[in-house]
């Protein structure tokens, strides 16, 4: 079992849209989970970070955690064709290592 | 505040050669961590320096080695380069939790384009 997983894309969505993006860890113990944008040939960015469950609001971007099972989401409301791009999911695991997810490339359809 | 910053953006080496990759921290950032990135896949974890020690590794071979220096920059080094070193090398800086010594989010550099050919 990979360490990051994440559903496999591409996923399309139309302008407008909720667009819903999953990820999964095996580290039980895991301590921090974070989602990067990135755009074809540039850097990840951060967009938010999450260490307790719940859910966590920042403008059209919603991150939930559920560490019960394992699982981190991040939800993008009212989706721009500038928020196409592959979207990495980061977990910090009780080893203290940062892992990251293969990414699910995003495309939001005019 | 310039972020974190690599240099070059692209290099070609000829496969054997050894390359070396630099990278500015954000200002107010201790921690450098480096990272591998091939086409269509996530980051692949190499090593992070912390107070110029190597702090944690991830599954690379010796032929990747790093060094901190006293100004928290870094610099990763690659020697006898094969074909499969081709892809984006990307530096992280972050905070560590002052007093309890974690992982913080870690913010990332441009990243190097190296192609070996």
């Known amino acids: 079992q990979k360490e990051v997983e994440q559903n496999s894309g591409p996923l399309s969505v139309p302008e407008g849209a909720i667009a819903s993006l999953n990820c999964t860890y095996s580290d039980r113990g895991s301590q921090s989970f974070f989602w990067y944008r990135q755009y074809s040939g540039k850097s990840p960015e951060l967009i938010m970070f999450i260490y307790s469950n719940g859910d966590k609001e920042d403008g059209r971007f919603t991150a939930q955690l559920n560490k019960a099972s394992q699982y981190v989401s991040l939800l993008i409301r009212d989706s721009q064709p500038s928020d196409s791009a592959t979207y990495l999911c980061?977990?910090?695991?009780?080893?203290?290592?940062?892992?990251f997810g293969p990414g699910t490339s995003l495309s939001v359809i005019p | 505040d310039a972020g974190v910053t690599q240099s070059p953006t692209h290099l070609i080496k000829t496969r054997g050669q050894q390359v070396t990759l630099r990278c500015s921290p954000k200002s107010g950032h201790d921690t450098v961590s480096w990272y591998q990135q091939a086409l269509g896949q996530g980051p692949q974890f190499i090593f992070q320096?912390?107070?110029?020690?190597?702090?944690q590794r991830g599954n690379f071979p010796d032929r990747f080695s790093g060094h901190q220096f006293p100004n928290y920059s870094s610099e990763l080094n690659v020697n006898a380069l094969l074909l499969g070193d081709s892809a984006l090398y990307l530096c992280a800086s972050s905070p560590l939790v002052a007093g309890e010594g974690r992982n913080t989010e870690a913010f990332f550099g441009q990243g190097t384009r190296l192609t070996v050919v």
């Open positions: 320096y912390y107070e110029e020690e190597e702090r």
């Open positions: 980061a977990v910090i695991t009780s080893y203290d290592k940062v892992i």
